[in-house]
């Protein structure tokens, strides 16, 4: 009944920009909200880090790592974020998963998308 579609995963230079974008979707009728869309990153080993998330009132979160370097943004009327990642670094390379804090009202739950490859090259 949600749907979360990513988009914009590639190859991308060391020190080079790239955009990542993800459309949260309910089924007509279901009353869901999303109260906070995100990222979280599969690196290369077992670490799955939050990277950014942001909340209904536009309020963010960015893990230590990417502060400074990546934007965050939120259309609430179209439930679509989009994460500006710039000065790209080799070990931000990994499967960017896109995830929503759904609220229901018979109770909250976490949705995740399918996740998208990026990989930065030195």
């Known amino acids: 009944q949600v749907q979360l579609v990513e988009s914009g995963g590639g190859l991308v230079q060391a020190g080079g920009s790239h955009r990542l974008s993800c459309a949260a979707s309910?089924?007509?009728?279901?009353?869901?909200?999303?109260?906070?869309l995100g990222w979280h990153r599969q690196g290369q080993g077992i670490e799955f880090d939050l990277v950014a998330e942001?909340?209904?009132?536009?309020?963010?979160n960015y893990t230590a790592a990417v502060k400074g370097r990546f934007t965050f943004s939120r259309d609430n009327a179209k439930n679509t974020v989009t994460l500006e990642m710039n000065n790209l670094k080799p070990e931000d390379t990994g499967v960017y998963h896109c995830?929503?804090?759904?609220?229901?009202?018979?109770?909250?739950?976490?949705?995740w998308g399918q996740g998208t490859q990026v990989t930065v090259f030195a």
């Open positions: 309910a089924a007509a009728g279901s009353g869901f909200r999303f109260h906070v």
């Open positions: 942001i909340d209904s009132s536009g309020q963010t």
């Open positions: 995830f929503a804090e759904v609220w229901s009202g018979s109770g909250d739950f976490r949705a």
